[in-house]
């Protein structure tokens, strides 16, 4: 026969070893309660992260790597891994367009890009949808990546979240609606103006966002034409590895340029590629 004692030992083996049961179960509960990283989101109010920065860079010169070191943002673009440089060893450009609204040169760029075989990045506005949807189409038919510029192209540097989200998310299901593509990861501020909140916002939708290493200014304009020279050498003198370009297709000086920049920048042993293939971000 078992006596009490007996019983008494099998009724707390079980006992612990139910409640060795139950706390392995309970671990990963407890482990998934811990706070999840703070998100823009979940903030009420208040203007955490809302401090307006304009891009800027000082430019490369006689081959020497631009840079943002002294521009006070620096800490930002690292944290949100946004993009400034590639990899800055390899002879690699990238190749991305503004598209705010169309004047006419694109389709000319679109033939350039095509018979060069060279990808690009093309940012586009609610506008620009609305307006040129064949134009949208191609870009995505032949191999392009499509980014979101925004909706209605606001200083979004200071908007609520809620209200980043909406215009963000309005390209993006436009773009889908007209061109079929699903997937869009990239995102360019207007103008340029953002904040640590735009940025993180942006990153908790699924984006990158892509800055620049070479531009110039005002070729936004489409009344400013200095003339095709003038927009080669602009963009030639920056040239430097890991570079991301950034042109606007309003530009009928970009238009009948693009094509000698792209000779001249592989006659210097540069390879374009495709933002997809960026695998290394430099500051």
Not at 213 to 231: E, H, Q, V
């Amino acid at each position: 026969m078992i006596s009490v004692k007996q019983i008494g030992i099998v009724f707390i083996a079980v006992s612990i070893g139910l409640m060795m049961t139950f706390a392995k179960a309970e671990g990963p509960s407890a482990s998934a309660m811990k706070p999840a990283k703070n998100s823009f989101f979940e903030q009420v109010g208040g203007d955490l992260g809302t401090k307006q920065f304009h891009f800027g860079w000082k430019k490369s010169k006689n081959g020497q790597l631009p840079s943002i070191s002294e521009e006070g943002f620096q800490d930002i673009f690292k944290k949100h891994e946004a993009i400034f440089l590639g990899d800055t060893t390899k002879k690699e450009l990238f190749l991305t367009f503004d598209n705010g609204f169309e004047n006419g040169y694109t389709a000319k760029v679109l033939d350039v890009l095509k018979e060069k075989r060279v990808p690009a990045c093309f940012f586009v506005t609610g506008g620009y949808v609305k307006d040129a949807p064949d134009l949208l189409r191609r870009m995505v038919q032949e191999g392009h990546l499509v980014g979101n510029h925004s909706w209605g192209h606001p200083d979004m540097s200071r908007l609520p979240p809620d209200r980043i989200k909406t215009e963000l998310d309005k390209l993006k299901h436009q773009v889908q609606a007209v061109t079929g593509q699903t997937q869009m990861t990239y995102m360019r501020p207007p103008s340029g103006i953002f904040s640590d909140r735009l940025l993180g916002v942006a990153g908790e939708l699924g984006y990158t966002t892509v800055f620049w290493s070479i531009a110039y200014k005002n070729d936004w304009n489409p009344k400013r034409i200095m003339g095709w020279k003038f927009a080669f050498d602009q963009v030639i003198s920056q040239l430097h590895p890991g570079a991301v370009i950034m042109l606007h297709t309003v530009s009928r000086d970009n238009c009948e340029a693009i094509g000698a920049i792209i000779d001249e920048a592989r006659r210097q042993g540069y390879e374009f590629k495709s933002l997809d293939q960026l695998a290394v971000k430099n500051y």
